[in-house]
């Protein structure tokens, strides 16, 4: 059974940094794509950024592009997402989430495992 937990979330003002991690555990996940979602209060859960976990190639939501990093560390099946120039508009829920076979894919539907979320508050 695979298993997301993820950490790093807190509250921060407009233009600082954040660096979130999801530890995955349960597969061998060279077959996975892993991603972060976020969800506002009263929005739905849009997606953040992804990785495919073979080869680390990585895709973005326009609005996060630039300013968002994905990565992950293969040995110790930690996925990270690098938040810089934070502002109050990326104040959410984040979520991390899987999916096989992996694929550039950007709907909650497609996933099928996710975390309990990590809260990021941005105030400016």
């Known amino acids: 059974q695979v298993q997301l937990v993820e950490s790093g979330g807190g509250s921060v003002q407009a233009g600082d940094s954040l660096r979130l991690s999801c530890a995955a555990s349960?597969?061998?996940?060279?077959?996975?794509?892993l991603g972060w979602f976020r969800q506002a209060p009263g929005k739905e859960r849009l997606f953040v950024s992804g990785i495919f976990w073979s080869n680390g190639y990585t895709y973005y939501t326009r609005s996060v592009k630039g300013r968002f990093t994905i990565s992950r560390d293969v040995a110790s099946n930690t996925m990270y997402l690098e938040m810089t120039s934070l502002q109050p508009d990326d104040s959410a829920v984040y979520y991390c989430?899987?999916?096989?076979?992996?694929?550039?894919?950007?709907?909650?539907?497609?996933?099928?495992?996710w975390g309990q979320g990590t809260q990021v508050t941005v105030s400016s």
């Open positions: 349960g597969r061998t996940f060279s077959t996975y794509s």
């Open positions: 989430a899987a999916r096989s076979p992996f694929g550039v894919y950007t709907s909650e539907k497609n996933y099928d495992y």
